[in-house]
């Protein structure tokens, strides 16, 4: 069945699976943008052809060169996509978080290409194989139409952020970047890394260190082990809009 062969490939990667409570399960996929406006009996039919599975944090979900299309739908956790240089570096293109998809599957837009998926934290994921995804498409186009525009919003940020690295300092985009992490100031940014600040930013662990130095000595942040709180968020807003200086 698709859901076996579903479990198969997230199983290639990821801890061991289950299909937990259906209830739950379902619960959290009508929650989902993308599937609001679905019944419940076609949200009984997207419960039965995926698969609920569990990856810990920095575990490979998915890889270049896995066999077959496939979605995600990321439950809970946070997932980075991201490439490797032909030295072995890091660049994270993007970070996604709960509540909506990834994967590779061409017929909603959503390739992977060379990117790698990795558990930026403990997730929980329900894995739809193609032939479901197609079915699903063509009987509620709001659902692909959903998907488009969450893709779309995708490449504006990936966009924005090549923008930011032809125009602006390595300070002024880790401030632009700890404004996204931290909700606009909302909440502390906790289980961080400077390497994982620096994988996002396509720049080296030393320079981030540097710039969350100048940053915490001009007030604009305090650093705690794995923690970032802003402390004077117009500062940082600031900081996030100054232009490289030639």
Same mark, same amino acid.
């Given at each position: 069945s698709a859901a076996g062969q579903a479990t198969a490939v997230a199983t290639s990667t990821t801890v061991p699976t289950t299909r937990g409570e259906p209830s739950n399960k379902i619960a959290y996929l009508s929650a989902m943008r993308i599937f609001r406006d679905l019944s419940p009996d076609e949200m009984k039919m997207i419960d039965a052809s995926t698969v609920m599975t569990t990856a810990k944090k920095d575990k490979i979900i998915y890889m270049p060169g896995e066999s077959g299309e496939i979605l995600f739908f990321l439950k809970k956790g946070s997932v980075h996509l991201y490439r490797l240089s032909s030295e072995g570096r890091k660049l994270i293109i993007q970070t996604v978080g709960p509540m909506t998809f990834f994967g590779e599957m061409a017929v909603v837009g959503q390739q992977m290409y060379d990117l790698f998926a990795e558990a930026a934290e403990e997730c929980t994921v329900c894995v739809m194989r193609r032939p479901d995804v197609e079915r699903l498409i063509l009987s509620k186009p709001k659902v692909a139409l959903r998907m488009l525009e969450e893709i779309g919003q995708r490449m504006h940020d990936v966009q924005q952020r090549l923008s930011d690295s032809a125009f602006k300092s390595v300070p002024a985009r880790l401030a632009s970047l700890l404004l996204t992490l931290s909700n606009? %100031? %909302?909440?502390? *940014?906790?289980? *961080?890394r400077h390497q994982d600040l620096a994988d996002m930013l396509?720049?080296?662990r030393e320079t981030v260190s540097d710039s969350l130095g100048e940053l915490r000595d001009q007030g604009i942040i305090e650093l705690g082990r794995k923690e970032i709180i802003v402390d004077d +968020?117009?500062? +940082?807003?600031?900081?996030?809009?100054?232009?490289r200086k030639h």
């Amino acid at each position: 069945s698709a859901a076996g062969q579903a479990t198969a490939v997230a199983t290639s990667t990821t801890v061991p699976t289950t299909r937990g409570e259906p209830s739950n399960k379902i619960a959290y996929l009508s929650a989902m943008r993308i599937f609001r406006d679905l019944s419940p009996d076609e949200m009984k039919m997207i419960d039965a052809s995926t698969v609920m599975t569990t990856a810990k944090k920095d575990k490979i979900i998915y890889m270049p060169g896995e066999s077959g299309e496939i979605l995600f739908f990321l439950k809970k956790g946070s997932v980075h996509l991201y490439r490797l240089s032909s030295e072995g570096r890091k660049l994270i293109i993007q970070t996604v978080g709960p509540m909506t998809f990834f994967g590779e599957m061409a017929v909603v837009g959503q390739q992977m290409y060379d990117l790698f998926a990795e558990a930026a934290e403990e997730c929980t994921v329900c894995v739809m194989r193609r032939p479901d995804v197609e079915r699903l498409i063509l009987s509620k186009p709001k659902v692909a139409l959903r998907m488009l525009e969450e893709i779309g919003q995708r490449m504006h940020d990936v966009q924005q952020r090549l923008s930011d690295s032809a125009f602006k300092s390595v300070p002024a985009r880790l401030a632009s970047l700890l404004l996204t992490l931290s909700n606009n %100031g %909302g909440h502390e *940014i906790k289980g *961080i890394r400077h390497q994982d600040l620096a994988d996002m930013l396509g720049t080296y662990r030393e320079t981030v260190s540097d710039s969350l130095g100048e940053l915490r000595d001009q007030g604009i942040i305090e650093l705690g082990r794995k923690e970032i709180i802003v402390d004077d +968020l117009e500062a +940082l807003r600031e900081k996030a809009e100054e232009e490289r200086k030639h």
